[in-house]
């Protein structure tokens, strides 16, 4: 996604109805998105990203009067975007008026009619684009991306930019034989280089097998063109990354007491890093033992979340755990991503924690391997266990899990999480002849491999995990040996495993594609009265936002919609610019939730963010914080008392008090936001902003 800065603001009339905007508000940033993702632009060689253009794309007046719906629409909606059901990119969403100008896309009076039909702004975009259209909300919010490397590539280069050439490259071919397949490894080999130079030949560029910056966009703008992303037809970009590993594999069995096994640490661990976040849940042991206390913790949590309180793991029990811990992991980061800091004996905290979980269901495969305690703690009996998990598989054994031991770590936890190891084979070991016939958990191990392959190679057809070696995978199987350029006989022999896991093992490498629980709109109003999960996912997203704003009420967590949540939910509309109903329709549910959401992508990972910066520290600040980021604060506001001489100093001793709220208030009136006191993220800027002012207009005699 981009900053929010392109957003179109004519066309539209205030008297038009609320889902007819929204659904061209969605068109427009979803094309603008289209034309930045595909670098439509730079491809063809221009310095700009978009045209400010109503004749190609988008245009956009700084400073224009707009209507009042329009911002309010605008703001709530700014990091959404259209795409096909399957696919990651923005979609093309063409676009015109409909009147003066037809087009194949949405036609913009013809939103009106619609609307006025009755139809949701989604339902309005489906019968335009097709009925596998989905509007998505993103945080992940951040400059225009240039994809060039910045230097070029060559025979020799590896990594990902050479990765994604390849990729291209391979897609390229299906229209253009002539180029021939490439093994998609992040090598830039001779191969390749005779590749590139057929490739620049045929688009008359110098022909030296060079991948500059004009090779680099010209590859890119036929990979654009031959998948049509650029277009309503687009082929579109798939989905990649791995297996969840918190899927419900029992059939009608159960977890309860008298239980034991992997699973049941599984769920131990769950348990064990929720009641870190939720007193009310007790701290279990990780020992893969059912008793009596795992079984308290489970009814604890199932009375926590509304569940059947009976403090038994079935399928729903088990899946709302792993939801919870993965929405956890959300809030702190990437979940299972490498912390970017080695850790070692003397370490502590979550991301130690999920080190010793992986070694300890990691012995449930490999025997030999040390068993831990789980508590967060890297001690000498932690550096003993990663020193023997390294030592068994090939890696230095230093006791210290950096990059690679973390990744291996994880591949082999993940695999047995999905159940694709048995006890005599590590990850990728060549486990014998495979054939259409084949049952048993290597054929299980091939299909996961092919499974991800299929995420981004679309020649390869997604096979089902099931450990049977069918036609299916026979089929898979062939068109990965086509693919790789081996031998077509639909059997596994070495060279085949071997190639496959190799290129699967660079795929995932860049670990699972995750994303924070959420639940839709459950199409009425929530009122007083009304008893739902709905309304406890609801009175989370207030809770969080209450943490943040001082104005917004925290209702108690509840799965009841009482006249305190009614009292809650219409200060967060006062906050939102929305009428103080206190009812939680639509409108209220989309704007609650997207502003909950955004404050929950910037929560800060104590493991992972040990010092903050000059750049805002992803949490609000106000009367009572104390620290460095505060200190700074109190040093901007000192700043501003030169510029602004009837504002006092105030006392530079890192606590905030109330001086520092009345003088952030100060700071606030003159950024016209919110007077409150608070230091969220455009309070900080606002400080940061006018200090620099502050300065700017100082001499070197004060």
Same mark, same amino acid.
């Given at each position: 996604m981009?900053?929010?800065?392109l957003?179109?603001v ?5 008297p ?5 905007l929204?659904a ?15 670098? $439509?632009?730079?491809?063809k060689g ?12 988008q ?8 209507f009042d719906?329009m ?7 700014f ?9 990651v990119?923005p979609?093309?969403a063409e676009?015109?008026?409909?009147k ?9 009076? /013809?939103t009106v009619?619609?609307a006025?039909?009755g139809?949701?702004a ?6 335009y ?10 945080n992940?919010i951040?400059?225009?991306p240039?994809?060039?490397?910045g230097?070029p590539?060559?025979q ?31 090598i ?5 280089t005779?590749?590139v130079?057929? !490739?620049?030949k045929q ?7 060079v ?16 998948k049509?992303?650029a277009e ?6 798939? !989905? ?6 918190g899927? $419900?594999? !029992?059939?009608s069995?159960?977890?309860k ?11 131990q661990? $769950?348990l ?18 059912y008793g ?9 949590f ?5 569940l ?14 792993y ?11 990437t979940p299972n991503?490498?912390? /970017?800091t ?12 999920l080190?010793?979980? $992986? ?10 391997l040390?068993?831990v305690t789980?508590?967060?703690?890297f001690?000498s ?7 023997? !998990? ?6 230095t ?12 770590l ?5 695999d ?7 006890p ?5 070991e060549y486990?014998?002849v ?8 290597a054929?299980r ?8 392959m299929?995420a981004?190679?679309?020649?390869i ?6 450990g049977?070696?069918g036609?299916?995978t ?15 006989? /639909? ?24 994303t924070?629980?959420?639940l839709?709109y459950?199409g009425?109003?929530l ?8 309304v ?5 997203l207030?809770?969080r ?13 509840s799965?009841?919609y009482?006249?305190e949540?009614?009292?809650?939910t ?10 103080a109903?206190?009812v ?5 549910w989309?704007a ?11 929560t800060?990972?104590?493991?992972r963010?040990?010092?903050?910066g ?16 505060v200190?700074?604060?109190?040093g ?5 008392s030169q ?18 709220t009345?003088a952030?208030?100060d ?5 016209s936001l919110?007077p409150?006191g608070?230091v969220d993220r ?9 200090s620099?002012?502050?300065c ?7």
């Open positions: 981009i900053k929010r800065q957003w179109p004519g066309l539209f009339c205030s038009w109805p609320e889902q007819a929204r061209n508000i969605h068109c427009q940033i979803s094309l603008a998105l289209n034309r930045i993702y595909t670098e $439509w632009y730079p491809s221009y310095s700009f990203n978009i045209t400010n253009s109503t004749s190609y794309d245009y956009y007046v700084h400073g224009r009067t707009v719906v911002v309010r629409l605008t703001d709530d909606i990091n959404t975007y259209i795409r096909k059901t399957g696919t990119n979609y093309y676009y015109c008026d409909g003066s100008v037809t087009c194949p896309g949405l036609k913009q009076w /013809g009619t619609l006025n039909q139809r949701s989604l339902s309005i975009l489906k019968y684009y097709g009925s596998n259209i989905e509007i998505i909300r993103t992940n951040q400059s225009i240039q994809s060039y490397p230097s590539l060559r020799g280069s590896t990594g990902a930019a050479v990765f994604t050439l390849q990729r291209q490259l391979n897609r390229i071919t299906k229209d253009y034989p002539f180029l021939g397949l490439l093994t998609v490894d992040g830039f080999g001779r191969k390749m005779e590749t130079k057929k !490739f620049q688009f008359n560029l110098t022909a030296d097998g991948v500059g910056r004009s090779t680099w966009y010209k590859i890119s703008y036929i990979y654009v063109s031959v049509d992303l309503l037809t687009s082929e579109g970009e798939t !989905f990649s990354g791995t297996l969840p590993d899927s $419900w594999n !029992f059939g069995s159960v977890l007491q008298g239980s034991t096994g992997s699973e049941v640490e599984q769920v661990f $769950w064990s890093t929720l009641a870190q976040y939720e007193s009310r849940i007790p701290s279990v042991t990780v020992d893969g033992v009596s206390g795992t079984a308290a913790a489970v009814r604890a199932q009375r926590r979340y509304g059947t309180v009976d403090g038994i793991v079935g399928r729903t029990t088990w899946t709302e755990l939801d919870q811990f993965r929405s956890i992991q959300s809030d702190n980061g991503a490498y912390p /970017g080695a850790l070692r004996q003397g370490s502590s905290g979550q991301n130690v924690r080190v010793q979980f $992986w070694l300890k269901i990691a012995r449930t495969v490999y025997s030999s040390n068993n789980v508590d967060g703690i001690g009996s932690t550096a003993a266990a990663v020193r023997r !998990f390294q030592t068994y598989f090939g890696l054994s230093d006791g210290v899990v950096g990059r690679t031991t973390w990744n291996k994880y591949e082999v936890y993940n047995i999480a999905n159940r694709l190891l048995s005599s084979l590590r990850p990728g486990p014998g495979l054939r259409n016939g084949s049952t048993g958990t054929v191990e091939l299909q996961f491999y092919l499974y991800l299929s981004y190679q679309s020649s057809p997604s096979v089902s995990i099931d049977r070696f036609a299916a026979e089929a898979a199987v062939r068109a990965y040996q086509r693919f790789a350029g081996l031998t077509v006989d /639909g059997i596994v022999g070495r060279k085949t495993w071997d190639s496959l896991y190799g290129k699967a093992s660079a795929l995932r490498s860049s670990g699972p594609v995750v924070l629980k959420r839709p459950p009425t109003p009122t007083v009265g009304t008893d739902s999960s709905a406890l996912y609801y009175t989370l207030l809770q936002i209450a943490y943040y704003y001082d104005s917004v009420a925290s209702p108690a967590l799965s009841q009482t006249q949540t009614a009292n809650a219409a200060s967060a509309q006062e906050l939102l610019g929305l009428p109903t206190g939680a329709d639509a409108e209220t989309t609650v939730e997207a502003l909950s959401l955004q404050l929950a992508a910037f800060p990972n104590p493991d963010h040990p010092g903050q000059p750049d805002y520290p992803d949490r609000a600040m106000k009367e009572g914080s104390v620290g460095a980021d200190r700074l604060i109190e901007w506001l000192n700043d501003r510029l602004y001489c009837e504002e006092d100093y105030v006392a530079d001793n890192a606590a905030f008090g109330p001086e520092d009345a952030v208030k700071t606030q009136r003159r950024a919110e409150n608070v455009p309070t900080w800027a606002a400080l940061r902003a006018q620099h002012t502050a700017d207009s100082c001499t070197e005699e004060g």
